[in-house]
């Protein structure tokens, strides 16, 4: 049974930057699509990010483009999502999940305030 664990988050003042890690334990995780989710207080979770197997292909929500970046180190089983200039709007926790889905991790609390 694969298992996500999400790591990286904190709190960060608006414009600061934080680099997610998800650690995916299968041993197909270099054959899957990867993605970042985000679920803020009484909302539903929303897609972020997204990169092929290769890590040649990624996609982004609009809110995130240009500001997040999608990235994956197959040898070490991790996927990443470093996000700059951050807005009090992405606060959320962060999920990393494959394409198709598999059971969720706890994810990682994101807060960016002041």
């Known amino acids: 049974q694969v298992q996500l664990v999400e790591s990286g988050g904190g709190w960060v003042q608006p414009g600061g930057s934080l680099r997610l890690s998800c650690v995916d334990s299968g041993s197909d995780f270099s054959f899957s699509t990867m993605k970042w989710y985000r679920q803020a207080p009484g909302r539903e979770r929303e897609f972020v990010a997204d990169?092929?197997?290769?890590?040649?292909?990624?996609d982004y929500t609009e809110s995130v483009e240009g500001r997040f970046t999608i990235s994956r180190d197959n040898d070490k089983h991790i996927v990443y999502l470093q996000m700059n200039a951050l807005k009090p709007e992405d606060t959320a926790v962060y999920y990393c999940?494959?394409?198709?889905?598999?059971?969720w991790g706890q994810g990682t609390q994101v807060t960016v305030s002041s």
């Open positions: 999940n494959r394409q198709p889905p598999v059971d």
């Open positions: 990169i092929s197997w290769g890590g040649t292909i990624t």
